[in-house]
């Protein structure tokens, strides 16, 4: 008796705290999201030629991805993946950007989790019928005066997403920092999954909501007419440990 009411107990705790126990050993914190660099980095950076003006292109240090909120064997927990192909290009003439498209590269987004990222290329993106996600600018967005290296502007933005084949239009604000190497833009888009046809990946253990956050970090540098880096750039940091878990 005194056996078996051990082993009950055993089996209680490890029912209620396993769980956290799990979640505390193999899964840890969730990855910062992305963000534009410390100004005093920015300053560092060797001066760049010449106005803003003209085509800048995505450079060495862009990264886009996903952070999913979901809820693992009853457990609240954050999912992350990221992906550093990224390309595309920005025109700026004046105080306006005029024109400006990116595409990602949805096979080689990862997490730390294999089967994780063989389920998002699979039944969740279809990256073999999809392989890419794209963005548009629909609309000129203005900037205003030149901001000073180091300075971060908010600007409002609208344009038109693609992702498993369904074009929407996306309103959002982004943030922008003039490097003196360049020009960085972070992003954060809430993204509801049915709007463009992305199945929720739940099942027995782990429950995803209806709605994620695509995450993006562009770093520019000045581009040739085929929209070429002309500069070599230094590269932003990134976080490259990502959170286990379903999605």
Known sequence: MKWVVVALAVTGVALIGGP????ALFLGSAPAKLHLPNVATAAADPVAPGPISGTWAVSTGSQAGYRVHEYLFGQSHTAVGRTSQVSGEMVISG??????SFSVDMSSVKS???ARDAQFRGYI????KYPHATFVLAQPVSIGALPPVGQIVSLPASGELTMRG????VNFTLKAERLQSGIDVDVAIPITFSLWKIPSPNFAVARVGSSGTLEVLLHFVRADSKGRPLVPVKTVPTTTVFVPGTF
């Open 20 to 23: 956290y126990l799990f979640i």
């Open 95 to 100: 105080s306006e950007v005029t024109a400006a």
């Open 112 to 114: 730390d989790q294999a």
């Open 125 to 128: 993106m279809e990256t073999y």
């Open 166 to 169: 369904v074009t929407r239009t």
